[in-house]
């Protein structure tokens, strides 16, 4: 079942209503692979557990970005050192990234940064060219760009005009030139459909 007891070693809010949250989580650490998640459980009270993308893996640790919204995530959020979270996983198929893939685009739209990091990581440690395309609806929601891995080739949208091309991350795309082995999207509805 892969059910595991996490304990909380920080929590940070990188962007207004958004919390990184990194656990002690050594046997998802082993074994999760970019794109794959885990389901949180959300204290007292709260049957259903929460998927969460695993955001970032650094040695026996695990970071898990977290969207304040209900009840659920409102407990996740609240959560500090030493606290200890109940979590399943790693669950889902991952990405698949080719062995011949050099070049990769990632879209990320919003929250789907959240996914997406993680795979920017090991595409940069394994030598590949990664560009990240990313849109969010003002600058003030945006992931921090200085969190992001050096190597990263950025290019941000935002719907306000607060930052980089004023629209959406599916205008952006409209501009890039071609030659991407593979890409990769995470995000909400709508983009996917744009």
């Known amino acids: 079942m892969n059910r595991h007891k996490a304990y909380v070693t920080s929590n940070t809010q990188p962007m207004p209503g958004v919390y990184l949250l990194w656990l002690e989580a ?62 399943l996983g790693p669950r889902g198929q991952g990405f698949r990234v080719e062995d011949s893939s050099r070049k990769l685009l990632l879209i990320a739209g919003g929250m789907g940064i959240a996914p997406l990091y993680f795979l920017v990581e090991r595409a940069l440690a394994e030598d590949r060219d990664v560009v990240l395309v990313y849109g969010c609806h003002t600058a003030t929601a945006m992931y921090p760009e200085a969190v992001l891995p050096g190597g990263t080739r950025l290019s941000v949208a935002t719907q306000d005009g607060t930052f980089g091309y004023h629209g959406t991350v599916t205008d952006l795309l409209q501009g890039l030139p071609s030659g991407f082995d593979q890409a990769f999207a995470a995000g909400p509805v709508e983009m996917y459909r744009a």
């Open 26 to 87: 050594p046997e998802v650490a082993e074994t999760a692979t970019p794109g794959q998640f885990v389901m949180v459980g959300c204290g007292p009270g709260l049957t259903l557990r929460r998927p969460l993308a695993v955001h970032r893996v650094n040695g026996e640790r695990v970071a898990l970005l977290v969207r304040r919204m209900g009840r659920g995530t409102g407990w996740l959020c609240e959560r500090q050192p030493g606290d200890i979270m109940d979590i």
